[in-house]
């Protein structure tokens, strides 16, 4: 990409002007491409001088109790225990591991050792957190590659009557986002993924809220329940 | 000597740094000294007092777990923090069900007042930002346009319909308002 059409795509994210999948591929991009990165810090400057403008409205410090009572929440969790509903008898049983360091930081979850079991298991290729719009996780995401993916969930999630959670992946740019399957509810489950180019680090996983039956269109259409960055899970 | 706002933007940073860490005395600063204006930005988008509390709210917990993603060589303290905020007001102004509980005149006004804070915002700016010069420089239909997105918060199809041209019009507007101000301020 050149400098004019990086600098051009900074501006269109920071005025809030890119699509849904663009402005999740633009969001996950800040922490991995440096290069992208400081273009868009350097849209935010060109154009922070118009926020300064706004009127200062009192009052913002009657709000710290509530932020206060929101960071326990916030900071790095360690995931829960394994779901303790008996899976399978043929799912995969991996061994413990930890997620590597900066990408933990990176998504501010640090995933401790929830997943023993025996050393010769199929183990996943990436894990992703999806963390929802407040940042708390809500569920994790284990892809082994070709159609293989599982998705587990640490926390409660509201899903409208007349909605259907949707997980999709972005494998590139050009693929643009790609469904791994429709939830029927909050219980561990195997996706139902087509087979896809190998996970990649930071590759993103979402979910969304669907009509029921699934996207009309084959790509998100609805709101973002929650969303994450993969982390390779190789020689850790 | 330095500049009141550029160790103002020190401090930020500094703050934003303690945060990552774990302070919350630091995020507290944070608070004190940009809450004002951050409730301003957020009023001027959302209009309601209450949506404006939630994305301030909000963007304080954003802050706190992604500090240790800032980093200074990058661009200001200041522009990362309320880029949060931005990101916020967005979320809430793209979410309809966010919305959908406003009595239509309710609505209908919120969208009236953006409108008008959008054309304002350019006025506001002080004389000795070159930013104002150089949106002065572009094309009335492209500066409006990019004040529409920036300061409004509205969509390329929004902006369309409130100047009653074809989307690609819009876009293009947009697109090249946006090159000429990256050249004018380069």
């Not at chain 1, 929101?70 to 591991?97: D, E, F």
């Not at chain 1, 183990?123 to 599982?150: K, M, S, W």
């Not at chain 1, 949707?166 to 740019?173: D, E, F, N, R, Y």
């Not at chain 2, 522009?79 to 931005?86: N, Q, S």
Request: net charge negative.
């Amino acid at each position: 990409m050149t400098q004019d059409t990086l600098d051009a795509r900074a501006d269109a994210f920071v005025l809030g002007l890119l699509d849904d999948a663009q402005e999740a591929e633009a969001e996950a991009a800040l922490i991995a491409d440096a290069t992208w990165a400081a273009a868009v810090a350097r849209a935010r400057d060109r154009l922070l001088p118009l926020d300064m403008t706004a009127e200062e409205h009192p009052g913002a410090e009657a709000l710290w109790e509530g932020i206060r009572a929101r960071l326990a929440a916030s900071q790095p969790i360690p995931l829960p225990a394994p779901n303790p509903v008996p899976t399978a008898a043929n799912s995969p049983r991996r061994p413990g591991r930890m997620l590597p360091s900066g990408i933990a930081a990176a998504i501010g979850i640090l995933a401790g050792a929830v997943l023993g079991g025996s050393w010769f298991a199929p183990e996943p290729v990436v894990i992703a957190v999806l963390l929802d719009n407040a940042g708390a996780p809500t569920a994790v995401v284990e892809d082994y590659g070709g159609a293989d993916a599982r998705i587990r969930f640490v926390n409660g999630v509201e899903v409208p009557q007349d909605r259907q959670m949707q997980v999709w992946t972005l494998p590139s740019a050009e693929m643009g986002p790609i469904s791994l399957g429709l939830l029927t509810g909050t219980g561990t489950a195997d996706l139902d993924a087509p087979r896809l180019p190998e996970p990649a680090d930071g590759q993103l996983y979402e979910i969304t809220l669907e009509p029921r039956g699934g996207s009309p269109t084959g790509r998100p259409t609805g709101a973002i329940l929650a969303k994450g960055l993969a982390a390779r899970q190789e020689g850790i | 000597m330095i500049a009141p706002a550029a160790a103002a933007s020190e401090d930020l940073a500094d703050a934003l740094q303690r945060c990552a860490a774990g302070d919350q005395q630091a995020l507290r600063q944070i608070l004190d000294a940009e809450g004002g204006r951050l409730l301003g930005v957020a009023h001027r988008m959302l209009q309601r007092r209450d949506l404006a509390e939630e994305a301030v709210q909000d963007c304080m917990v954003q802050i706190w777990r992604k500090a240790h993603q800032f980093r200074a060589g990058d661009g200001s303290a200041r522009g990362w923090i309320f880029a949060i905020l931005r990101n916020r007001c967005l979320n809430v102004l793209r979410d309809g069900r966010r919305l959908e509980s406003l009595a239509p005149t309710d609505l209908t006004a919120m969208q009236d007042a953006r409108l008008q804070a959008a054309g304002a915002g350019l006025d506001a700016l002080g004389d000795q930002v070159a930013l104002k010069d150089c949106l002065h420089g572009l094309e009335p239909a492209s500066r409006r346009a990019i004040l529409l997105a920036y300061v409004g918060g509205f969509t390329h199809g929004e902006i369309a319909a409130i100047q009653s041209v074809p989307l690609g019009t819009a876009k293009s507007w947009i697109r090249r308002g946006l090159d000429l101000l990256r050249r004018c301020l380069s």
